[in-house]
C-alpha cells in the first residue's frame, strides 16, 4: 500500500488537501477537502471522502453542521476522480457560499 497526500494551492486563500491509499491501481481511501483561509482561519468548506465505509461528500457549515450525501460511483478510482472534478469546477461557488454562511452567523 502506498499513501500520498499533498495540498494544491487553487488561488490565495483556497486550497485543496488530498490524502489517498492505494494498493497497485486501486484506491483504497481517499479524502479530498476543500479549504478556505477566513480572518486568519483555514475553514474546511467542502469534503469528499471514505469514512464510514462509503464515498460520500460533506457538506460543511461554519457553526460544525455537516450534510453527508452519497456518491453514486461504482468504486473508490471513480469516487476520487469525481471528488478532485467537483472540486476544481465549483471551489468558487462553493466558497463564497462558506463565507455568506460565515457573514450571516456573525450578524446574530
Known amino acids: 500500500m502506498k499513501e500520498t497526500t499533498y495540498i494544491a494551492l ?22 479530498v477537502q476543500l479549504e478556505y483561509f477566513y480572518q486568519n482561519k483555514w ?3 467542502v469534503r469528499y471522502d471514505t469514512a464510514h465505509q462509503f464515498a460520500h461528500c460533506d457538506i460543511l457549515y461554519p457553526d460544525g453542521r455537516q450534510e453527508k450525501h452519497p456518491l453514486d460511483v461504482n468504486n473508490y478510482n471513480e469516487a476520487l476522480t469525481y471528488a478532485q472534478n467537483d472540486i476544481l469546477k465549483n471551489y468558487q461557488r462553493y466558497c463564497t457560499r462558506f463565507k455568506d454562511w460565515l457573514n450571516e452567523s456573525r450578524s446574530y
Do not use: D, N
Not at 487553487?10 to 484506491?27: D, H
Open 43 to 45: 475553514y474546511p468548506v
Open 10 to 31: 487553487l488561488e490565495q486563500e483556497i486550497q485543496v488537501r488530498i490524502s489517498f491509499v492505494r494498493e497497485r491501481s486501486q484506491i483504497l481511501a481517499f479524502v
